[in-house]
Protein backbone atom coordinates (compact mmCIF):
# COMPACT_ATOMS: atom_id res chain seq x y z
CA UNK A 1 0.00 0.00 0.00
CA UNK A 2 1.42 3.71 -1.28
CA UNK A 3 1.82 5.49 1.99
CA UNK A 4 -0.37 8.02 0.59
CA UNK A 5 -3.24 5.69 0.61
CA UNK A 6 -2.30 4.88 4.10
CA UNK A 7 -2.69 8.14 5.35
CA UNK A 8 -6.25 8.98 3.69
CA UNK A 9 -7.59 5.67 5.31
CA UNK A 10 -6.27 6.86 8.88
CA UNK A 11 -5.99 10.10 9.19
CA UNK A 12 -4.61 13.88 10.14
CA UNK A 13 -2.46 12.04 13.55
CA UNK A 14 -1.24 9.06 11.17
CA UNK A 15 -0.21 11.75 8.25
CA UNK A 16 1.69 13.25 11.07
CA UNK A 17 3.43 10.40 12.32
CA UNK A 18 4.72 9.89 8.45
CA UNK A 19 5.82 13.32 7.75
CA UNK A 20 7.21 15.80 10.77
CA UNK A 21 10.34 15.70 11.20
CA UNK A 22 11.54 14.13 8.25
CA UNK A 23 13.32 14.53 4.95
CA UNK A 24 11.64 14.55 2.04
CA UNK A 25 12.61 13.79 -1.62
CA UNK A 26 10.80 15.59 -4.53
CA UNK A 27 10.35 15.48 -8.00
CA UNK A 28 9.46 18.86 -9.34
CA UNK A 29 7.64 19.26 -12.69
CA UNK A 30 9.10 22.07 -15.32
CA UNK A 31 6.99 25.08 -14.90
CA UNK A 32 6.22 24.75 -11.14
CA UNK A 33 7.88 27.03 -8.34
CA UNK A 34 9.79 25.26 -5.67
CA UNK A 35 7.49 26.88 -3.52
CA UNK A 36 4.09 25.44 -5.28
CA UNK A 37 5.58 21.97 -4.71
CA UNK A 38 6.53 22.68 -0.75
CA UNK A 39 2.97 24.17 -0.08
CA UNK A 40 1.00 21.43 -1.93
CA UNK A 41 2.59 18.67 -0.35
CA UNK A 42 2.36 20.67 3.41
CA UNK A 43 -1.02 21.14 2.12
CA UNK A 44 -1.82 17.59 1.72
CA UNK A 45 0.29 15.66 3.79
CA UNK A 46 -0.96 17.76 6.64
CA UNK A 47 2.65 18.79 7.50
CA UNK A 48 2.90 22.10 9.99
CA UNK A 49 6.38 23.33 9.55
CA UNK A 50 8.55 22.66 6.29
CA UNK A 51 11.33 24.41 4.03
CA UNK A 52 13.26 23.44 1.13
CA UNK A 53 17.00 23.30 0.52
CA UNK A 54 17.82 24.94 -2.43
CA UNK A 55 15.34 26.38 -5.06
CA UNK A 56 14.80 25.20 -8.62
CA UNK A 57 13.86 27.56 -11.07
CA UNK A 58 10.18 27.42 -12.71
CA UNK A 59 12.06 25.92 -15.93
CA UNK A 60 13.68 23.31 -14.41
CA UNK A 61 13.11 20.26 -13.07
CA UNK A 62 14.33 17.76 -10.43
CA UNK A 63 15.49 16.49 -7.48
CA UNK A 64 13.77 18.97 -4.78
CA UNK A 65 15.11 18.11 -0.80
CA UNK A 66 12.33 18.99 1.94
CA UNK A 67 12.76 18.85 5.32
CA UNK A 68 10.30 19.42 7.56
CA UNK A 69 9.83 19.62 11.66
CA UNK A 70 13.08 19.59 13.62
CA UNK A 71 14.78 18.54 10.43
CA UNK A 72 14.57 22.63 9.27
CA UNK A 73 17.29 23.18 11.87
CA UNK A 74 19.72 21.38 9.13
CA UNK A 75 18.63 22.96 5.83
CA UNK A 76 21.72 25.30 5.44
CA UNK A 77 23.72 21.89 5.36
CA UNK A 78 21.98 20.70 2.45
CA UNK A 79 22.17 24.28 0.43
CA UNK A 80 25.91 23.65 1.05
CA UNK A 81 26.12 20.75 -0.68
CA UNK A 82 27.50 20.31 -4.34
CA UNK A 83 24.90 19.47 -6.80
CA UNK A 84 24.55 17.59 -10.00
CA UNK A 85 22.16 18.68 -13.51
CA UNK A 86 21.84 17.06 -16.63
CA UNK A 87 20.19 19.19 -19.38
CA UNK A 88 20.58 20.73 -23.16
CA UNK A 89 22.67 23.88 -24.06
CA UNK A 90 20.68 25.16 -27.51
CA UNK A 91 23.87 27.10 -29.03
CA UNK A 92 23.67 29.47 -32.37
CA UNK A 93 21.19 32.04 -30.57
CA UNK A 94 20.60 33.61 -27.39
CA UNK A 95 17.84 34.55 -24.99
CA UNK A 96 17.86 37.32 -22.36
CA UNK A 97 17.34 35.53 -19.78
CA UNK A 98 19.95 33.07 -20.82
CA UNK A 99 17.03 30.33 -20.51
CA UNK A 100 13.50 29.53 -22.59
CA UNK A 101 11.23 32.02 -20.17
CA UNK A 102 12.43 34.83 -22.89
CA UNK A 103 12.47 34.52 -26.78
CA UNK A 104 15.29 33.39 -29.31
CA UNK A 105 17.19 35.91 -30.92
CA UNK A 106 20.06 36.41 -33.23
CA UNK A 107 20.37 32.98 -34.63
CA UNK A 108 23.42 32.12 -36.52
CA UNK A 109 24.98 28.63 -38.54
CA UNK A 110 26.94 26.37 -36.35
CA UNK A 111 27.82 23.89 -38.92
CA UNK A 112 31.41 24.79 -38.64
CA UNK A 113 31.42 24.05 -34.80
CA UNK A 114 33.59 21.32 -34.17
CA UNK A 115 33.86 18.37 -31.47
CA UNK A 116 37.23 19.85 -30.24
CA UNK A 117 35.54 23.52 -30.13
CA UNK A 118 32.86 22.16 -28.23
CA UNK A 119 35.68 20.32 -25.43
CA UNK A 120 38.40 23.34 -25.74
CA UNK A 121 35.12 25.33 -24.52
CA UNK A 122 33.93 22.46 -22.05
CA UNK A 123 37.37 22.66 -20.56
CA UNK A 124 37.29 27.02 -19.60
CA UNK A 125 35.09 25.83 -17.19
CA UNK A 126 36.70 23.18 -15.07
CA UNK A 127 37.98 23.86 -11.92
CA UNK A 128 37.18 27.18 -10.00
CA UNK A 129 35.81 29.98 -12.24
CA UNK A 130 34.34 33.29 -11.48
CA UNK A 131 31.00 33.56 -12.47
CA UNK A 132 28.69 36.75 -13.10
CA UNK A 133 25.35 36.21 -11.76
CA UNK A 134 22.39 36.27 -14.42
CA UNK A 135 20.15 39.44 -14.24
CA UNK A 136 16.83 36.94 -14.46
CA UNK A 137 17.65 35.66 -11.14
CA UNK A 138 16.35 35.84 -7.36
CA UNK A 139 19.53 37.91 -6.12
CA UNK A 140 18.25 41.84 -4.75
CA UNK A 141 19.44 45.00 -5.48
CA UNK A 142 18.18 47.26 -3.05
CA UNK A 143 15.82 44.83 -1.87
CA UNK A 144 14.22 44.05 -5.18
CA UNK A 145 14.96 40.77 -6.96
CA UNK A 146 17.14 41.04 -9.97
CA UNK A 147 14.49 39.21 -12.65
CA UNK A 148 11.91 42.04 -11.36
CA UNK A 149 14.63 44.59 -12.55
CA UNK A 150 15.26 42.88 -16.37
CA UNK A 151 11.74 42.67 -16.98
CA UNK A 152 11.63 46.09 -16.48
CA UNK A 153 14.64 46.21 -19.01
CA UNK A 154 17.31 47.21 -16.74
CA UNK A 155 20.98 46.11 -16.13
CA UNK A 156 22.26 45.98 -13.17
CA UNK A 157 26.30 45.33 -12.76
CA UNK A 158 27.05 42.05 -10.88
CA UNK A 159 30.10 41.32 -9.21
CA UNK A 160 31.58 38.05 -10.31
CA UNK A 161 31.59 35.23 -7.70
CA UNK A 162 33.88 32.00 -7.49
CA UNK A 163 31.95 28.35 -7.89
CA UNK A 164 33.62 25.22 -8.90
CA UNK A 165 32.84 23.01 -11.47
CA UNK A 166 34.07 19.49 -10.52
CA UNK A 167 32.45 17.76 -13.81
CA UNK A 168 31.00 18.72 -16.85
CA UNK A 169 30.40 16.06 -19.64
CA UNK A 170 29.19 17.26 -22.84
CA UNK A 171 27.73 15.19 -26.05
CA UNK A 172 26.46 16.87 -28.67
CA UNK A 173 23.08 15.83 -29.95
CA UNK A 174 22.63 17.68 -33.50
CA UNK A 175 24.14 21.15 -35.01
CA UNK A 176 21.92 23.38 -32.67
CA UNK A 177 22.25 21.44 -28.83
CA UNK A 178 24.32 19.92 -26.70
CA UNK A 179 23.58 17.09 -23.98
CA UNK A 180 25.26 17.65 -20.64
CA UNK A 181 25.92 16.70 -17.27
CA UNK A 182 27.82 19.20 -14.70
CA UNK A 183 28.55 18.84 -11.05
CA UNK A 184 29.26 22.17 -9.28
CA UNK A 185 29.51 23.85 -6.03
CA UNK A 186 26.59 25.95 -4.42
CA UNK A 187 25.71 28.91 -5.81
CA UNK A 188 26.25 28.07 -9.73
CA UNK A 189 23.92 29.11 -12.07
CA UNK A 190 23.62 26.65 -15.09
CA UNK A 191 22.31 29.42 -17.31
CA UNK A 192 24.83 31.22 -17.45
CA UNK A 193 27.26 28.48 -17.85
CA UNK A 194 25.20 27.82 -20.70
CA UNK A 195 25.74 31.95 -21.83
CA UNK A 196 29.24 31.75 -21.32
CA UNK A 197 29.46 28.25 -23.56
CA UNK A 198 27.82 29.78 -26.82
CA UNK A 199 30.07 32.92 -25.93
CA UNK A 200 33.30 31.43 -26.16
CA UNK A 201 32.24 29.65 -28.78
CA UNK A 202 31.86 32.65 -30.49
CA UNK A 203 27.90 31.80 -31.52
CA UNK A 204 26.08 32.49 -28.82
CA UNK A 205 23.96 30.04 -26.42
CA UNK A 206 21.41 29.08 -23.52
CA UNK A 207 20.01 26.84 -21.69
CA UNK A 208 17.30 24.62 -23.49
CA UNK A 209 16.52 22.17 -20.64
CA UNK A 210 17.80 21.62 -16.98
CA UNK A 211 17.15 19.17 -14.56
CA UNK A 212 18.14 18.70 -10.92
CA UNK A 213 19.90 15.02 -10.66
CA UNK A 214 21.57 15.12 -7.00
CA UNK A 215 22.31 16.91 -3.81
CA UNK A 216 25.51 16.38 -2.02
CA UNK A 217 24.14 12.36 -1.53
CA UNK A 218 20.08 12.49 -2.58
CA UNK A 219 19.81 11.17 -5.73
CA UNK A 220 16.45 11.35 -8.02
CA UNK A 221 15.34 8.29 -7.87
CA UNK A 222 12.15 6.21 -8.27
CA UNK A 223 9.85 7.74 -6.14
CA UNK A 224 7.18 5.37 -5.05
CA UNK A 225 4.18 8.31 -3.53
CA UNK A 226 2.86 10.75 -5.44
CA UNK A 227 0.36 13.85 -4.40
CA UNK A 228 -1.35 15.99 -7.39
CA UNK A 229 1.50 14.72 -9.98
CA UNK A 230 4.23 15.61 -7.64
CA UNK A 231 6.55 12.27 -7.05
CA UNK A 232 8.04 12.03 -3.81
CA UNK A 233 9.53 9.79 -1.25
CA UNK A 234 10.46 10.00 2.24
CA UNK A 235 14.37 9.76 2.72
CA UNK A 236 14.85 9.46 6.53
Known amino acids: MMIQEKIHQTGDSETESLYENRIILADKPKEWTSADVLNLLKKRLGIRKAGHAGTLDPKASGLLVICTGKKTKIISEFIDFDKEY ?50 HSALKHKGKPLYKLARKGKEIEREPRKVIISAFDIERLDEKEVLFRISCSKGTYIRSIANDFGNILGVGGYLKELKRTRVGDFILGEFENEEKGIRFRVHS
Open 86 to 135: EGIIRIGAKTESYDTETEEYGEINTSHISEDDLKNARDQFLGEILQVPPM
